[in-house]
T-cell receptor
Framework: DTGVSQDPRHKITKRGQNVTFRCDPI?????LYWYRQTLGQGPEFLTY????????KSRLLSDRFSAERPKGSFSTLEIQRTEQGDSAMYLC????????????FGPGTRLTVL | KNQVEQSPQSLIILEGKNCTLQ??????????LRWYKQDTGRGPVSLTI?????NTKSNGRYTATLDADTKQSSLHITASQLSDSASYIC????????????FGKGNQVVVIP
């Protein structure tokens, strides 16, 4: 257990529906990252927050995707009008300043769009 | 082109045997290189982290090496166990302020009895 939690762990939805995922980072960490991972691939960067500010978004983050971190603690990732291509593992990572500036990953949310 | 290339893509080894996974990277300069273990359906968990000035780091039966001159790293698993079956991902961090990570695709290891 890395101290980062994600909810839900699995989500099955029909194409066109909206879904929302939550990430709770390690409490003292001020940075939070979202990644997407498909089968056989490494994680791909989506976006990251420093406290409540969203500082960078990847080109992978289409208009249907939105992320928030309203109080600088937990974060949500919403996907609107889901498509089958959105099926993937969505990973959250928490970062705190230290010797190695390490990112700690949550267990992920597995999304399946039917 | 991916900045982090791993080989072999997958391998099957007998329980108790050793194996070595390779990682070549082009990220330069870099802050640190990490090896993560990712069990199926789970998030990656850190095994080792090395800065550019370190050339070896051990964590139990896992030993990572780093050659910053040739931009190569390896992860050696000693006396493999069934629980070592997982994907091993090589990750390179750039020294920029946003702590961006470049991920390899992973080495898929299957340990069989």
């Amino acid at each position: 257990d890395t101290g980062v939690s994600q909810d839900p762990r699995h989500k099955i939805t029909k194409r066109g529906q909206n879904v929302t995922f939550r990430c709770d980072p390690i409490s003292e960490h001020n940075r939070l990252y979202w990644y997407r991972q498909t089968l056989g691939q490494g994680p791909e960067f989506l976006t990251y927050f420093q406290n409540e500010a969203q500082l960078e978004k990847s080109r992978l983050l289409s208009d249907r995707f939105s992320a928030e971190r309203p109080k600088g603690s937990f974060s949500t990732l919403e996907i609107q009008r889901t498509e089958q291509g959105d099926s993937a593992m969505y990973l959250c990572a928490s970062w705190g300043q230290g010797v190695y500036n390490e990112q700690f990953f949550g267990p992920g949310t597995r999304l399946t769009v039917l | 082109k991916n900045q982090v290339e791993q080989s072999p893509q997958s391998l099957i080894i007998l329980e108790g045997k050793n194996c070595t996974l390779q990682c070549n990277y082009t990220v330069s300069p870099f802050s640190n290189l990490r090896w993560y273990k990712q069990d199926t359906g789970r998030g990656p968990v850190s095994l080792t982290i090395m800065t550019f000035s370190e050339n070896t780091k051990s964590n139990g039966r896992y030993t990572a090496t780093l050659d910053a001159d040739t931009k190569q790293s390896s992860l050696h698993i000693t006396a493999s166990q069934l629980s070592d079956s997982a994907s091993y991902i090589c990750v390179v961090s750039d020294p920029g302020g946003n702590n961006r990570l470049a991920f390899g695709k992973g080495n898929q290891v299957v340990v069989i009895p």
